[in-house]
Nanobody, 122 residues
């Protein structure tokens, strides 16, 4: 069992930046970020392999968000730049128990954090 704890959310103006962190209690393989806005389904944001060799992004965040990780600290990051009001959501980090590649399907992730709120004011 792996526990995940997100931090770094907050209120920011449109065009601003935030950096989210996700601390894991143990070793993880692929890790991903998802988000969920009120009244909407949870959606994929970004994922990264353990080696950091490969990453994947949702089209809506490409060129603005960067996912990275520090395996020595068991920590996942999401650098978010040029934030827009439509980025407002609760952001979750997640990890699968077994290798699933850079899947965008939330049902293939077994461990989830409690989420951190990101609010972008326009």
């Amino acid at each position: 069992q792996v526990q995940l704890v997100e931090s770094g959310g907050g209120l920011v103006q449109a065009g601003g930046s935030l950096r989210l962190s996700c601390a894991a209690s143990g070793r993880t393989l692929t890790m991903g970020w998802f988000r969920q806005a009120p009244g909407k389904e949870r959606e994929f944001v970004a994922a990264i392999t353990r080696s950091s060799t490969n990453t994947r992004y949702a089209d809506s965040v490409k060129g603005r968000f960067t996912v990275s990780r520090d395996n020595a600290r068991n920590t996942l990051y999401l650098q978010m730049n040029s934030l827009k009001s439509e980025d407002t959501a609760v952001y979750y980090c997640a990890a699968p128990r077994v290798w699933t590649g850079l899947t965008t399907n939330p049902t293939e992730y077994d461990y989830w954090g409690q989420g951190t709120q990101v609010t972008v004011s326009s």
